[in-house]
């Protein structure tokens, strides 16, 4: 069963920075990770509200996509060594507190790269919390 475990949460101040890390597991090949995937990307949910878009990419071509709110602050990444994919955020606002899901899509299309739906692998989630 392939299974996606994110990791990088934690406790930041305002206009502070953490990276977020995507692994999967449960692979027949030992070789692709990530790139199992057609695209994969995050998304954040904070309490009472709606899974939003944050970041993705084409797995393959390495085209990133970014929701409005996170351009120019955070970076989507491969990390080729670990075969895992990465989140760069920078200067994290209070308001950017929530839980933070990697997501993969083995099929998904490139105009619907920012609906959750599209995407049938998810992780458990990291916490990230940003205090004033």
């Known amino acids: 069963q392939v299974q996606l475990v994110e990791s990088g949460g934690g406790l930041v101040q305002a206009g502070g920075s953490l990276t977020l890390s995507c692994t999967v597991s449960g692979l027949t090949s030992t070789n692709i990770g990530m790139g199992w995937f057609r695209q994969a990307g995050w998304f954040r949910q904070a309490p009472g509200k709606e899974r939003e878009f944050v970041a993705a990419m084409r797995w393959s071509a390495g085209h990133q996509y970014y929701g409005d709110s996170v351009k120019g602050r955070f970076a989507i990444s491969k990390d080729n060594a670990r075969k895992s994919m990465n989140l760069q955020m920078n200067n994290l606002k209070p308001e950017e507190t929530a839980i933070y899901y990697c997501?993969?899509?083995?099929?998904?299309?490139?105009?619907?790269?920012?609906?959750?739906?599209?995407?049938?692998?998810w992780g458990q989630g990291t916490q990230v919390t940003v205090s004033a």
């Open positions: 997501a993969g899509s083995r099929n998904g299309i490139l105009s619907s790269i920012q609906n959750p739906a599209q995407y049938d692998s």
